[in-house]
Each structure stands twice: as C-alpha cells, then as structure tokens.
Antibody, heavy 112, light 108 residues
Framework: EVQLVESGGDLVQPGGSLKLSCAAS????????MSWVRQAPGKGPEWVANIRQDGSEIYYADSVKGRFTISRDNTKKSVYLQMSSLRAEDTAVYYCVVEVYWGQGTLVTVSS | EIVLTQSPGTLSLSPGERATLSCRASQSISSSHLAWYQQRIGQAPRLLIY???TRANDIPARFSGSGSGTDFTLTISRLEPEDFAVYYCKQYGSSPWAFGQGTRVEIK
C-alpha cells in the first residue's frame, strides 16, 4: 500500500522559511517522479512542483518559482520542499503526491 | 500549458439520481494520465478514477469514468448521501500538472 507521510508544517512569519518532508513507502521510490500539491483554504488544489526519479528534471509552478526548491533523497525514500520568502498566499495544506496517490498533508500558515 | 475546465460548477441533485460531471482540456491529453478525485470538507482528496476510466481500490461500482482526447466524464449512477462533495479532475501526464476548478454536487 502506498503511504506518504508529510511533516514540517508550521506557523511562519511573512518572509520566513520552512522545509517540508515526505516519507514514502509501499512502492519502488526510485521508479517514480514525486510531486508537491497545495490547497489553500476554500480553494481547489494547485500543483507546486515535480522532480524526476534521479532529480535531473525539476518543474515549478510560476507562483513558487525562485522561492521554493524540491529535492529528494532516494536512499531515505524521501522528498522535500524548501520554502523561502514565504507570503500570506502560500498558506495552504501541502500534499506529497506520487502519480495519483496523496498523503494526508501538512498545514503551512504564513502570518504575522 | 494545459487548462482543465469542469462543468457545471454546481450540480443540485437528489439521492438516487444520476450525476454527470464534465472535464474539458484545452488540448488533447493522454487518457492514461487523467484522474478524478472526491473531496469532502476537512478531508484530503480521495482518488476515485485514474487512467480516465479505472476505478481505484475500494471505490464503488456506481462511480465510472470515460472519455478521451479533450473530453472526459465522471458519472455517479445513483447518488448516495455520502457522495455529496466536491469533485476535481487532474491531468498528470506532463508538467505543469493541471486541476479543474471543481464541481460541487449538492443535495437538492
């Protein structure tokens, strides 16, 4: 069974930084692209970033480009999202996703 | 960049009725990479359909998906009380991924 467990969500001030982690199990981690998707309160899901199996290709949504960095550690079966220069509009539940399977999410709140 | 447009925005139906939800893509997409999700308030999205027409594990047979190219459909044959929720389509075949804006199925 695919399991994705996110952690690292917190309350952070505007302009601050935060790093999210996602621990994966139940599938061959090195065979899949990994992704982050977020959902702001009362809004639909928004794709954030994708990373190829070996990390050689990475894509970002325009809304986070230059501020967020996705990475992965295949030895730990983990994917990360380093977020900096955070804004109020980054407030959302952040989900780790592999293809069609999602974790339960971790809440990031950006507020002073 | 692919844009997904869902219609209608809201569907008002009674339990037992049939629901037909549409997802239209701005350009042709691979059927292998079109998924549907259900989301209830306060919960994470729940996978219903992937590959346009394959039901995920433990999803009741009243849910079915169809379509190809630019037009996809999610059908709920007979609505149960627990089916009143928001539904999203998603394309995940190329970056950037795209989500539809959602269809809310509400009790009439």
């Amino acid at each position: 069974e695919v399991q994705l467990v996110e952690s690292g969500g917190d309350l952070v001030q505007p302009g601050g930084s935060l790093k999210l982690s996602c621990a994966a199990s139940g599938f061959i981690f090195t065979s899949y692209w990994m992704s982050w998707v977020r959902q702001a309160p009362g809004k639909g899901p928004e794709w954030v970033a994708n990373i190829r199996q070996d990390g050689s290709e990475i894509y970002y949504a325009d809304s986070v480009k230059g501020r967020f960095t996705i990475s992965r550690d295949n030895t730990k079966k983990s994917v990360y999202l380093q977020m900096s220069s955070l804004r109020a509009e980054d407030t959302a539940v952040y989900y780790c996703v592999v293809e069609v399977y999602w974790g339960q999410g971790t809440l990031v709140t950006v507020s002073s | 960049e692919i844009v997904l447009t869902q219609s209608p925005g809201t569907l008002s139906l009674s339990p037992g009725e049939r629901a037909t939800l549409s997802c239209r893509a701005s350009q042709s997409i691979s059927s292998s990479h079109l998924a549907w999700y259900q989301q209830r308030i306060g919960q994470a999205p729940r996978l219903l359909i992937y590959g346009a027409s394959t039901r995920a594990n433990d999803i009741p047979a009243r849910f079915s998906g169809s379509g190809s190219g630019t037009d996809f459909t999610l059908t709920i044959s007979r609505l149960e009380p627990e089916d009143f929720a928001v539904y999203y389509c998603k394309q995940y075949g190329s970056s950037p991924w795209a989500f539809g804006q959602g269809t809310r199925v509400e009790i009439k």
